[in-house]
T-cell receptor
Framework: DAGVIQSPRHEVTEMGQEVTLRCKPI?????LFWYRQTMMRGLELLIY????????DSGMPEDRFSAKMPNASFSTLKIQPSEPRDSAVYFC??????????????FGEGSWLTVV | AQSVAQPEDQVNVAEGNPLTVKCTYS??????LFWYVQYPNRGLQFLLK??????LVKGSYGFEAEFNKSQTSFHLKKPSALVSDSALYFC????????????FGSGTKLNVKP
């Protein structure tokens, strides 16, 4: 199995630009999560989906952030406009159906975002 | 409130010695507990989980964890540490009483010295 695939792995962009991060979950997984990791805040859950439907987006920092999951094999996290404080590692994770508490979630390698 | 606490930011151990990375939790329902490891510049990798049954859970790379309900703890252990075990370790709890949300601890940096 290829695991969770994220792109781009690294991105450097200028403040004010739009950033789109992409994620392909593990085939057959029903749930998908977006996390952000920084030294200051640790690992933060931004949003999660089950069966392509957003369940909880209360972790999304502000309106500049949006996430979509148009189908079972693809999700995007968009930041528009980007700001230097958005610099972080963004992880996508996927797992079995969210209703099954025993399901493990598996992480991608992350997208390392730097906004200058 | 639901939470996971990893009381030690860093744990230092000599190679060959046993290691313990501590985790305590607080949930409203039955806990489903997980340990993940993160190597530098990598994503989090699943190590092991406790769902039900035997309180001692065995996982990848020789790691195990002991669930203790009375102490609300889920400490990660390994009998003999390797230098290659040096990494960041995260404990997580999934709370079925809170819509199955995952809560991650702040992480513990394990340093294994030769």
């Amino acid at each position: 199995d290829a695991g969770v695939i994220q792109s781009p792995r690294h991105e450097v962009t200028e403040m004010g630009q739009e950033v789109t991060l992409r994620c392909k979950p593990i085939s057959g997984h029903n749930s998908l999560f977006w996390y952000r990791q920084t030294m200051m805040r640790g690992l933060e859950l931004l949003i999660y989906f089950n069966n392509n439907v957003p369940i909880d987006d209360s972790g999304m920092p502000e309106d500049r952030f949006s996430a979509k999951m148009p189908n079972a094999s693809f999700s995007t996290l968009k930041i528009q406009p980007s700001e230097p404080r958005d610099s972080a590692v963004y992880f996508c994770a996927s797992g079995g159906d969210y209703s099954n508490s025993g399901n493990t979630i598996y992480f991608g390698e992350g997208s390392w975002l730097t906004v200058v | 409130a639901q939470s996971v606490a990893q009381p030690e930011d860093q744990v230092n151990v000599a190679e060959g010695n046993p290691l313990t990375v501590k985790c305590t939790y607080s949930v409203s329902g039955n806990p489903y507990l997980f340990w993940y490891v993160q190597y530098p510049n990598r994503g989090l990798q699943f190590l092991l989980k406790y769902i039900t049954g035997d309180n001692l859970v065995k996982g990848s790379y020789g790691f195990e964890a002991e669930f203790n309900k009375s102490q609300t703890s889920f400490h990660l252990k390994k009998p003999s540490a390797l230098v290659s075990d040096s990494a960041l370790y995260f404990c997580a709890v999934r709370d079925i009483g809170d819509f199955n949300k995952f809560y991650f601890g702040s992480g513990t940096k394990l340093n294994v010295k030769p």
